[in-house]
């Protein structure tokens, strides 16, 4: 098989699970749940999170808000400066089996942007709070999930920004001294 046959075939496929995943949301209760869970990963449930931090763990607090903000800062960057070079189409645009079902903050695809800052604040949040995971693995799983189920996102926009989001965090750790996930 080509190259280009692979490529063909895989795009076809990707599209499918798209018009599965977003099948999802014509069931009772999923559309509301992915969409609020979308609204939140904006950046509501971040900046929540961060106000929480500093209220609750004063200085520890701020220095972790600090420490998410400055990744964040540089995931937007990363993000925009990715979906300008991909310049991938989202799902519901290139196949009208697909619908959107809550209105794209950008006209692009690749990758995603709400899993790409959801996984790298949790990874940050968790090395200055594991006590966190039980709230935020579960938020982050939903929030990825969420942009396949809407029709804003290939599964490979998801999982791509998953690896860049635990790259960025990753690095944001390493740099930050007295701070480690293990």
Same mark, same amino acid.
Not at 140 to 167: E, F, K, M, N, Q
């Given at each position: 098989m080509h190259a280009s046959q692979r490529h063909k075939r895989f795009i076809a496929t990707e599209s499918n699970w798209c018009v599965r995943a977003n099948g999802w949301a014509n069931r009772n209760g999923w559309r509301s749940y992915? %969409?609020? !869970?979308?609204? &939140?990963? =904006?950046?509501?449930?971040?900046? #929540?999170?961060? /106000?929480?931090?500093? &209220?609750? =763990?004063?200085?520890? #607090? &701020?220095?972790a808000s600090l420490h998410l903000a400055a990744t964040g800062l540089i995931a937007l960057t990363l993000y925009k400066l990715l979906k300008r070079w991909t310049r991938r189409p989202r799902p519901f645009a290139s196949d009208v089996r697909i619908r959107a079902w809550v209105a794209p903050l950008d006209e692009f695809s690749f990758p995603s942007g709400h899993t790409l800052h959801a996984v790298a604040f949790t990874l940050v949040a968790l090395a200055h709070y594991p006590?966190?995971?039980?709230?935020?693995?579960?938020? /982050? %799983?939903? !929030?990825?999930? $969420?942009?396949? @189920? *809407?029709? *804003?996102?290939?599964? $490979? =926009?998801?999982?791509? +920004?998953?690896?860049?989001?635990? +790259?960025?965090?990753?690095? $944001? *750790?390493? &740099? @930050?001294?007295?701070v480690s996930l293990f």
């Open positions: 992915f %969409a609020a !869970v979308s609204r &939140l990963g =904006d950046g509501l449930f971040w900046y #929540g999170l961060m /106000t929480m931090m500093v &209220l609750l =763990d004063g200085m520890q #607090g &701020l220095r006590l966190l995971a039980w709230m935020l693995i579960p938020f /982050t %799983a939903s !929030v990825a999930v $969420s942009r396949v @189920v *809407l029709g *804003l996102h290939y599964p $490979s =926009d998801v999982l791509a +920004a998953t690896g860049i989001g635990a +790259a960025l965090a990753a690095l $944001s *750790l390493w &740099l @930050v001294p007295g």
